[in-house]
Structures are given as C-alpha cells and as structure tokens.
C-alpha cells in the first residue's frame, strides 16, 4: 500500500482500529443490550458497583471485529502477523464461550475453570508449536537491564516457558479487568510501549504494525469504557487482550521485560494468590478484596483514582522497560 505524505504504516493501522472502533461500538452495544448480554456484580463488591449491574459485557466483540478486519488487511503483505492474530481470536473465542454461558445460560461463573483452561491451552500450545517449529524466531529471550542483543537461549524450556507466559498474561489482564477502563487503558500503555521497541529493528515490522492495531482497538474501545462505562470488556475481550499482549512479548522475545512493563497485570494476579493462599491457610484475608483494585476502594478510593493511578503506574513501569532494554531515542 502506498502511504501519502510519509506516513508510518503503524500509524495507518492505528487510526484504522481505533476508527473502526469507534463506528462499531454504537451498532454493536444496543445489540448487546437488546439480546440482554448484561453484567453480574459481585455481592461482596464495593456498593458503587451495584449500579452497573445490567450494562451490556461481551464489548470486547467491539475492538476484535476492528483487530480482526484490519490485521487481515495488513496480513496480504505481511503474513507473519496471522500468528498473533491467531492467538488474540483464539483467546477471545474462549472469552465468548464464557461470557455466552454467563449471559444466556444464566451459570454465574460460565465454563468450568478446567474447560476455560483447556481451551486457552489449545491456543497457546498451536502458537508455541508454531513459532518454535516453523518461525525463524528462535528459543532465547532478551535479558533485562543488559541490552536488546544479551539472550538467554531456553532451549527444550522455550516451550513449556511460553506456553506459561500466555496463560499467566491472558489470565492476569483477566483479572484486572474490573473497573471502567483499567484493563483496556494498561493493555493501551503497554502495546504502544512495544510498539515503539519494535520500531527499532526491521524484523520486528510485523510487530510494529500489530501493536499498534491491538493500541488503537483499546482507544476506540475507551471511548465507550471509561466511567461510567457503556459497556463492558468481558472476558471476549480481556482474554483476548491478555493473548495479544502475550503473543506480541513472545515474538519480540520480551517476556521478562513484560513482566516489568505489565507490573499491575502482576500485582493483581499476586494480590490474588496472596489472599486464597492467606484464607486457606490462617483463615484471613490479607486484602479487603482482591483483585486488589477493590481493595484500594474498599479503603476509600474512587473508582477513578484508582484507575488513573494505575495507568500512571504503568507508564512508569515502560520508562523502566526502555531503560531495561537500554533504549535511545536518537
């Protein structure tokens, strides 16, 4: 395709998504609340929470439809791209099962942890076969705070390694995914942060593009999801999200850095474990609530501080990212 005026291709295909984004959501919400796709509220939640009860989920439908079209696009000349895709559509297909059991079939929890699990692993096993077997991507990863050319070669551990990183990434943004505009504005930050990084090597092209057209489907999607919401990711949309982020660090060999670039996908997922590990054991909760998004409002934060401060969080975590990977702007 060729770009007037010198304009990036990443730029192209972020204005793209967050365009189709934006035209989608005011067709497919009303559709959402006509099929009464609603959201259940915990009854141990912060009272504000109450209120959104009813407000249409599955709106992760919203930015996959713009993803799907756009990456399809860009795949006729950059068929590298398909693999991520396939990972973030598989995600989400798994996502939707889930959230269609929850709407429809009225089962509070939707599929089984065991058949939700089964069919993220389905996904993440394809794609890790694939890059290992049939990519020139290689089984090393980028070791933190020592430049983008110091590698760690995983070998045999390469598969069960990344395999692990896409299920905890898919799970933890999972489990961000409770407030307006957390998990959609964190997965924004970071795959503009991995956008950039891959700007700096023409290998990475491929990535380049997709980051940006996963960043712009978050825009889009923010336009209807900040408080007070309109609508809702569900888990169509944050096990997507967690898919595409986990995809992109695996092709880029970043899982590490993601780690520290996604510090509150982390904290959230430990704030967690800490507290079921905390209950079985002494019987106490460490937390007022986990995730620990509601703790902070249980204390008495509003849901937007919150949110703001976690944003903020994590565009610090992606200045230390670039400092991890020894960046330069020039």
């Not at 599955?58 to 791209?81: C, D, E, H, K, N």
């Not at 590698?151 to 990183?165: G, K, M, N, V, Y």
């Not at 504005?185 to 990475?204: C, D, K, Q």
Request: charged share 15%; hydrophobic share 55%.
């Amino acid at each position: 395709m060729n770009i007037p005026f010198g304009v990036s291709p990443q730029v192209i295909a972020f204005i793209s998504t967050f365009l189709i984004t934006l035209l989608a959501g005011p067709i497919l919400i009303p559709i959402l609340t006509k099929l009464k796709f609603g959201q259940t509220v915990r009854d141990d939640g912060p009272a504000s929470h109450f209120k959104k009860t009813g407000t249409p989920t599955m709106g992760g439908i919203i930015f996959l439809v713009a993803i799907l079209l756009v990456t399809l696009f860009y795949a006729v000349s950059r068929p590298q791209i398909l693999p991520l895709l396939f990972v973030t559509a598989g995600f989400g297909a798994v996502g939707f099962v889930d959230d269609y059991i929850k709407a429809v079939k009225k089962r509070k929890d939707g599929l089984f942890w065991n058949q939700k699990m089964f069919g993220l692993l389905i996904v993440a096993v394809a794609f890790t076969f694939y890059i290992a077997q049939f990519s020139d991507i290689g089984t090393d990863i980028i070791i933190p705070f020592l430049g983008m050319d110091v590698t760690l070669d995983l070998l045999w551990l390469f598969i069960p390694f990344t395999i692990l990183i896409l299920l905890a990434t898919t799970n933890s943004v999972n489990m961000t995914d409770g407030l307006d505009g957390l998990a959609a504005g964190i997965t924004l930050i970071v795959t503009v942060f991995f956008t950039i990084v891959a700007m700096t090597r023409n290998e990475w092209e491929y990535v380049k593009v997709f980051s940006s057209i996963v960043s712009g489907g978050c825009l889009g999607f923010l336009a209807f999801n900040v408080h007070p919401a309109k609508v809702f990711m569900g888990d169509t949309g944050s096990l997507a999200l967690g898919g595409a982020v986990g995809a992109i660090a695996v092709v880029l060999k970043m899982p590490l850095i993601l780690i520290i670039v996604g510090a509150v996908y982390v904290i959230e997922t430990l704030s967690v474990i800490i507290q079921v590990t905390s209950f079985k054991l002494r019987g106490k909760r460490v937390f007022r609530m986990a995730p620990i998004h509601h703790h902070f409002e249980l204390i008495g934060w509003k849901e937007t501080k919150v949110v703001r401060v976690f944003w903020t969080a994590t565009v610090l975590m992606c200045v230390i990212g670039l400092a991890a990977l020894r960046f330069r702007f020039f």
